[in-house]
């Protein structure tokens, strides 16, 4: 017993001798990947591709790009690189191959080898495509032509509203809309794929699809093709008008430019474009005037008035080059999103948030049309070229401003002298009775028309 012990002792410890020798060796090597097209082996992973599988998921394919000659390929096309000409079977497959791995929300997927192109996992009936396999090459050339011929027409389509006399804002926002249409999957040579791609776009306003839509009008004009432009009519919103104290509270928590930039929309009621472009020539420190030289389109070039406070602002600004901002746009407006959204967490406002740029030429626009009920003044403070792009302001004004305008002084006069110094004072005129016109403006408070009254009484009393 006891021998027999000491062999089985003895066996035991060359079988362990075994295992451990096995544990250590190293794994068996593949032969690295190789590029289909040319034999090299300096190859990068290039994403995935998903195909549909038989239990309706996906499974995930890894793709490569040659390094050498640009090819693009998946895995399952490079097998027969890696393993010679011989093609591809059941032999030759190795049941770990990471272009089996099933895609990760698709738990039901059955590992196993697959020997089709479109990749779908091996199950009886399934069909055998390694002796109708297509060149892959074919298809990478057509994606890198599709992207060449993309990227000229956008440039062409550029060239081509330069010459028709577009400005440049034009020119950088339709190119752009283009660009969108494209990221979305439209085919730009195709009138009706257009059409469908942006009816489904659900999340657009009929706003942004009527402007994407006059982008392409053109660009079809350019190309000489045929289509019916879609009828799409924007959805006519009224602007946020924010309180003094909340955008007062904006400001002094921005940095120095963005604190001048902002004080600047709100004395002057340019818009953002415009205050953008301002050149430190159109800064009149004496006069405390700013000159609008390069107005957005749409817009009259014009002088305003601004405050010494404001000018002791940009005084302080480095003068680096031509222009007082020298930030693109885009990275402004980001910068001042982030400033905001410190602001609004800090005084737990969320008004905050909903104040932008222009919201600041429409709380101009307010104010002063309540201040002076002028509307022709404030269509030139603003630059309107026409008249109804400021009557939005009369009705803000009416409905924000309505418990001061339960009481008017009515004043009347039949000669253009009488009319000219009634509109000078503040008045507006609202009727006209048998040549007489009427004029009114809103009552002014308990304390000011007591001071006034007082000061007439005073007066008669002398």
Partial sequence: ??????????????????NRKSADAEPPTQPPL???????????????????????????????????????????????????????????????????QPNRHDFNLARGPSTCQVCVTEVEGTKNLSRQRTRQKRAAGATKLSEEKIRGALVNFSWYMK????????ITSYAGKIKTLVNSGADLWNPDHVKR??????????????????????FVKMENLKWEKPRYKPEQTLPFIPTEKEIDQLTMGCGM??????KGLKETGADPGELLAVEWEDIDFTR??????????????????????????????PRTAKRVWTAKPQSHYNS??????????????????????????????????HRTHDIMYVKELLGHKRLTS???????????????????????????????????????????????????????????FSFAQNRRVLREDK
């Fill in 1 to 18: 017993m006891a021998a027999s012990t000491f062999d089985d002792q003895l066996t035991w410890q060359k079988v362990g001798e075994q």
């Fill in 34 to 100: 190789k590029c289909p097209e040319c034999g090299s082996s300096r190859i990068w992973k290039n994403g995935f591709r998903y195909a549909p599988s038989e239990t309706g998921g996906e499974i995930a394919i890894q793709r490569y790009i040659c390094r050498e000659c640009g090819r693009r390929f998946s895995e399952d096309t490079a097998l027969g690189s890696r393993m010679g000409s011989n093609p591809i079977n059941h032999e030759n497959l190795r049941p770990s191959a990471p272009y089996l």
């Fill in 163 to 170: 010459k028709n006399g577009y400005k440049e804002a034009t």
């Fill in 197 to 218: 791609v942006v009816a489904g776009m659900f999340t657009w306003k009929d706003s942004t699809k009527k402007c994407n839509c006059d982008a392409y009008d053109l």
């Fill in 257 to 262: 430019k963005m604190r001048a930039f902002l």
């Fill in 288 to 317: 405390n005037k700013i000159t609008i030289n390069h107005p957005v389109k749409g817009h009259n070039p014009r002088i305003l008035n601004v405050s010494d406070e404001w000018l002791r602002m940009v005084s302080r600004l």
């Fill in 336 to 369: 001042f999103k982030a400033q905001r959204r410190r602001r609004a967490k800090e005084y737990g406002n969320p008004r905050l948030e909903r104040i932008t740029f222009r919201t600041l030429r429409h709380w101009k626009g307010t104010t002063e049309y």
């Fill in 390 to 448: 400021t009557q939005i302001y009369i009705h803000l004004e009416e409905k924000l401003f309505q418990q001061l305008r339960n009481e008017f002084i009515v004043r009347r006069t039949v000669s253009i002298k009488g009319m000219m110094a009634l509109a000078a004072v503040g008045f507006e005129k609202f009727d006209e009775v048998d040549g007489v016109h009427l004029y009114r403006k809103p009552r002014p408070s308990e304390e000011t």
